[in-house]
T-cell receptor, first 112, second 114 residues
Framework: ELKVEQNPLFLSMQEGKNYTIYCNYS?????LYWYRQDPGKSLESLFV?????AVKQEGRLMASLDTKARLSTLHITAAVHDLSATYFC????????????FGQGTRLTINP | EAQVTQNPRYLITVTGKKLTVTCSQN?????MSWYRQDPGLGLRQIYY???????DKGDVPEGYKVSRKEKRNFPLILESPSPNQTSLYFC?????????????FGQGTRLTVV
């Protein structure tokens, strides 16, 4: 059974600081997705990582994938309040089938 | 506008009364899925479909049914709802396939079973 674990689950940080969210998974996969969810809203896709060593960046967010370590990271640079949200990683269990297993989510709060 | 539409957005029902949550996408996606979201558990997949008439169980299929008779629609059926099915439900669609693409999610349906 595939398990996907994120840490930390809760993160409170100040504007301007850097931090990293970790996503570990328990079985082989080379497809990992990051999503953002604002309170009371749906999920929005942030990154699609499809191979070992993949790195994607959008604004202050950068995601990477190490399939050998079964680890993905979401790095936040110089955080701003607008990035406050819950972030989920999800792993595709069966290549191409969209059988996604999600982590528990990391609730990120950025304080002025 | 490309979107995944779920209805209803909110539903309160009683134990045992059959209900259907509809999901429709206008992006011609092959793949569609249903998830439930519960606090502390993230999202868990209920069922997924890789094309018309092709469906398979996700991680928590008990108590749910689905059908995929048309490409755009993927309804979720609760034949006899119970209080432990009180949750926030999301439908999602994607192109999927070997290249792998992100899923697009509906607005969510908050279901309460009393």
């Amino acid at each position: 059974e595939l398990k996907v674990e994120q840490n930390p689950l809760f993160l409170s940080m100040q504007e301007g600081k850097n931090y990293t969210i970790y996503c570990n998974y328990s079985t082989t996969s080379d497809r990992l997705y990051w999503y953002r969810q604002d309170p009371g809203k749906s999920l929005e896709s942030l990154f699609v990582l499809l191979s070992n060593g993949a790195v994607k960046q959008e604004g202050r967010l950068m995601a990477s994938l190490d399939t050998k370590a079964r680890l993905s990271t979401l790095h936040i640079t110089a955080a701003v309040h607008d990035l406050s949200a819950t972030y989920f990683c999800a792993v595709d269990m069966i290549q191409g089938a969209q059988k996604l297993v999600f982590g528990q989510g990391t609730r990120l709060t950025i304080n002025p | 506008e490309a979107q995944v539409t779920q209805n209803p957005r909110y539903l309160i029902t009683v134990t045992g009364k059959k209900l259907t949550v509809t999901c429709s996408q206008n992006m011609n996606h092959e793949y569609m899925s249903w998830y439930r979201q519960d606090p502390g558990l993230g999202l868990r997949q209920i069922y997924y479909s890789m094309n018309v008439e092709v469906t398979d169980k996700g991680d928590v299929p008990e108590g749910y049914k689905v059908s995929r008779k048309e490409k755009r629609n993927f309804p979720l059926i609760l034949e006899s709802p119970s209080p432990n099915q009180t949750s926030l439900y999301f439908c999602a669609s994607s192109r999927g396939g070997v290249s792998g693409t992100e899923a697009f999610f509906g607005q969510g349906t908050r279901l309460t079973v009393v």
